[in-house]
C-alpha cells in the first residue's frame, strides 16, 4: 500500500509540475488572439495544437522510458546523434526557457498594475517598465529562485498549491461565462461562416497567437525524471494526463469566449475585437463582477506559477548540457542532498535579472520564443527515428505504435509551423542559434581549426536546413502565400523537407569523441 501511494503521489506531482508549467500567461490571452485570427475556426486549432503536442509527448515518452535522464529534452539529440548537433537543439531549448523567465515575471507585474491603475504610471513609462517596475520583476524572480532552492520537494509544495488554482479558475471561468452568456449564434455570425479567414488561419493561429506556446511545457515532466522512482512508468501516465487536462481548459476557454462576446462587437468580424485584458475585461460587460475580480487576481499568480517551474526546467537543462560537455563542467555539479545543481540555478537566474532589461513587452516576443521552442521540438521526432530505427539493443517498457512514420509526420508539421512563422522571428532564431554556435566551436576546442570544422561538420544538416527553411520563410511571408498554398508549391515543401529529414537522420559524427554519450 505505501509503495502504491507513494507512485501515485509521484504521478500527481508530475503532472503538475506539467500543468503549472504549460497554464501561464497564454491562457489569459490565446483564446482571445485566436479568435481575432480564425474567428470559430479557432477551436479546431486548439485541438491540432493539443494532438501536435500529445504525439510530441508520447514520442518523448517512449525515449523517457529507457533513458530517465536530467535535463532529457535538451539532450536528445546527444544520445541519438552527437554532441555537436545536439547543442543546436539544447541551446534552443535553453534560450526559450530564459527568456520566458522574465517574461512571465514581467506579466504578473503587469497584470497587478491592471488591477490598480494608480500605479501604471509608477511602472510603465512609454510602453516601457520604469526603474520601479523592473526592481518589482526583479523580486518576483528572487521568488522564483527561493521556490527552487532546495530541489524538488521545495518546488513541488510551492508549485502543487499554484497549481490547484490555476486548474480551477480556468474551468470555473469557462463554466460560469458558458452558463450566462453563451449563444451559439456566435459560431457562424461573421460572414455566416465556421471559418471566416480561410484554413490557412486555424494553422496561422496555432504559432502566431500563442496556442502552441500554450502547450509547450510538457517536457518539463521529462526534465524531473531522474528524481523521481518508477520515472520509466510514470512519464508516459503524466504526459498524456496533463496534456489532457491542459486541451480540456483550452478547449472550455475558447467556446466560452467566442459564444460570449457581445454581438455589436462582431459588426467588423473578429479581427475587430479589442480587449487589453481579454477574459476579465469580458466578464466585466456580462455583469460578473465578482468573477472579473478573481480573473485578475489569478492573472497575478498564473504567470508566477509557470516562471517558477521554467526556472526549475532550465536549472537541469543547464546543468545536462554541463554533463554533455556544451559548456564548462562547474555548472554539472550536483548538490548531494537535494539532487540539482545550485551553480546551475543561480547563473540561469543572473541572466534573467539581466534580460529584464532587453525584453519588456510580453506581446512582441511570443512569436519568436515559438519559433525557438518549435525548433526544440524538431528534435524529439528526429532521436526518436534514430534511436528507434538504430539502437535496437535497447529495453522500452513504453512504445509508441506507427512510431517511425509519426516522427516524420511531427517533423513535417513542426517544419510547416515555423515557414508560416513571422519571418522576423525565424530569422532571429536561426542567427542567434548560429552565433551561439559559432561561440560553442569556438570555445570547446580551443583554437584548434581543424577541430572547430569538424565540430561544424558534424551539424551541418541542421544549418542547411535552417538556411533553406529560412528562404521557403521569406517566399511564403514577403511574396506570396500562394507559394507554399497551391499544390505545387505544397508539394515542393514536402520533397524537400523529407530530404532535409534524411539527411539530418542520418548526420554522422565527425569528433569521434563518444565519451559524452557513454557517460549518460
Known amino acids: 500500500m505505501k509503495i502504491?501511494?507513494?507512485?501515485?503521489?509521484?504521478?500527481?506531482?508530475?503532472?503538475?509540475?506539467?500543468?503549472?508549467?504549460?497554464?501561464?500567461?497564454?491562457?489569459?490571452?490565446a483564446a482571445y488572439y485566436a479568435s481575432k485570427d480564425a474567428g470559430p475556426a479557432s477551436i479546431i486549432s486548439w485541438i491540432i495544437g493539443a494532438i501536435l503536442t500529445l504525439l510530441m509527448a508520447l514520442l518523448l515518452a517512449e525515449i523517457a522510458s529507457?533513458?530517465?535522464?536530467t535535463g532529457l529534452f535538451g539532450r536528445l539529440m546527444v544520445l541519438s546523434h552527437n554532441k555537436d548537433i545536439g547543442f543546436v537543439f539544447a541551446a534552443s531549448n535553453l534560450i526559450s526557457i530564459i527568456i520566458l523567465i522574465p517574461l512571465e515575471a514581467?506579466?504578473?507585474?503587469?497584470?497587478?498594475?491592471?488591477?490598480?491603475?494608480r500605479l501604471t504610471d509608477y511602472l510603465f513609462q512609454n510602453s516601457e517598465f520604469t526603474w520601479i517596475g523592473t526592481l518589482i520583476v526583479s523580486i518576483f524572480i528572487i521568488f522564483y529562485i527561493t521556490a527552487n532552492f532546495w530541489g524538488l520537494k521545495s518546488l513541488s509544495k510551492v508549485n502543487?498549491?499554484?497549481t490547484i488554482i490555476k486548474i480551477v479558475v480556468p474551468i470555473m471561468t469557462a463554466i460560469i461565462i458558458i452558463c450566462m452568456a453563451f449563444a451559439n449564434t456566435r459560431f457562424i455570425g461573421h460572414q455566416e461562416t465556421f471559418m471566416p479567414y480561410g484554413y490557412g488561419s486555424i494553422f496561422s493561429a496555432i504559432i502566431n497567437c500563442g496556442i502552441l506556446y500554450s502547450f509547450f511545457g510538457f517536457p518539463a515532466i521529462a526534465a524531473f525524471s531522474s528524481e523521481t522512482k518508477w520515472a520509466k512508468r510514470l512519464i508516459p501516465l503524466a504526459l498524456i494526463l496533463c496534456i489532457s487536462i491542459c486541451l480540456f481548459i483550452y478547449l472550455m476557454l475558447q467556446i466560452a469566449f467566442i459564444g460570449a462576446v457581445p454581438e455589436n462587437m462582431l459588426t467588423n468580424g473578429w479581427a475587430a475585437i479589442d480587449f487589453t485584458s481579454p477574459l476579465a475585461q469580458l466578464a466585466g460587460l456580462l455583469g460578473l463582477h465578482v468573477l472579473m475580480i478573481?480573473?485578475?487576481?489569478?492573472?497575478?499568480?498564473?504567470?508566477?506559477?509557470?516562471?517558477?517551474?521554467?526556472?526549475?526546467?532550465?536549472?537541469?537543462?543547464?546543468?545536462?548540457?554541463?554533463?554533455?560537455?556544451?559548456?564548462?563542467?562547474?555548472?554539472?555539479?550536483?548538490?548531494?542532498?537535494?539532487?540539482?545543481s545550485r551553480r546551475a540555478l543561480i547563473s540561469i537566474s543572473i541572466f534573467c535579472l539581466c534580460l529584464i532589461w532587453f525584453?519588456?513587452?510580453?506581446?512582441?516576443?511570443?512569436?519568436?520564443?515559438?519559433?525557438?521552442q518549435i525548433l526544440a521540438c524538431l528534435g524529439i521526432p528526429l532521436a526518436f527515428y534514430r534511436l528507434r530505427k538504430y539502437h535496437l539493443h535497447l529495453k522500452r517498457l513504453f512504445r509508441m505504435r506507427f512510431g517511425l512514420s509519426l516522427s516524420l509526420f511531427i517533423y513535417l508539421l513542426l517544419?510547416?509551423?515555423i515557414v508560416i512563422a513571422e519571418f522576423k522571428a525565424v530569422i532571429t532564431t536561426f542567427l542567434l542559434e548560429i552565433i551561439l554556435f559559432a561561440v560553442y566551436a569556438a570555445i570547446s576546442n580551443k583554437g584548434n581549426i581543424r577541430r572547430q570544422f569538424r565540430t561544424w561538420f558534424s551539424a551541418w544538416s541542421m544549418f542547411i536546413y535552417m538556411i533553406v527553411i529560412c528562404l521557403i520563410s521569406f517566399c511564403f511571408n514577403k511574396i506570396s502565400h500562394k507559394i507554399l498554398y497551391s499544390h505545387g508549391g505544397f508539394l515542393l515543401f514536402l520533397v524537400i523537407s523529407t530530404t532535409l529529414f534524411y539527411f539530418i537522420a542520418h548526420q554522422k559524427?565527425?569528433?569521434t569523441d563518444k565519451k559524452t554519450i557513454q557517460s549518460l
Open 4 to 29: 502504491e501511494y507513494n507512485f501515485f503521489k509521484d504521478l500527481c506531482t508530475l503532472i503538475l509540475i506539467g500543468v503549472g508549467s504549460i497554464i501561464g500567461s497564454g491562457w489569459l490571452f
Open 359 to 372: 525584453f519588456k513587452n510580453w506581446k512582441s516576443i511570443v512569436i519568436l520564443i515559438t519559433v525557438a
Open 160 to 162: 502543487n498549491s499554484i
Open 294 to 340: 478573481v480573473l485578475y487576481a489569478d492573472a497575478c499568480l498564473s504567470p508566477s506559477g509557470t516562471g517558477i517551474i521554467y526556472l526549475g526546467s532550465g536549472t537541469r537543462f543547464l546543468t545536462a548540457m554541463s554533463q554533455d560537455g556544451h559548456i564548462p563542467s562547474y555548472f554539472g555539479y550536483i548538490h548531494s542532498k537535494y539532487l540539482f
Open 415 to 417: 517544419t510547416y509551423l
Open 106 to 117: 514581467e506579466s504578473t507585474v503587469q497584470y497587478i498594475s491592471t488591477v490598480f491603475p
Open 66 to 69: 529507457f533513458y530517465p535522464l
Open 509 to 511: 559524427d565527425y569528433n
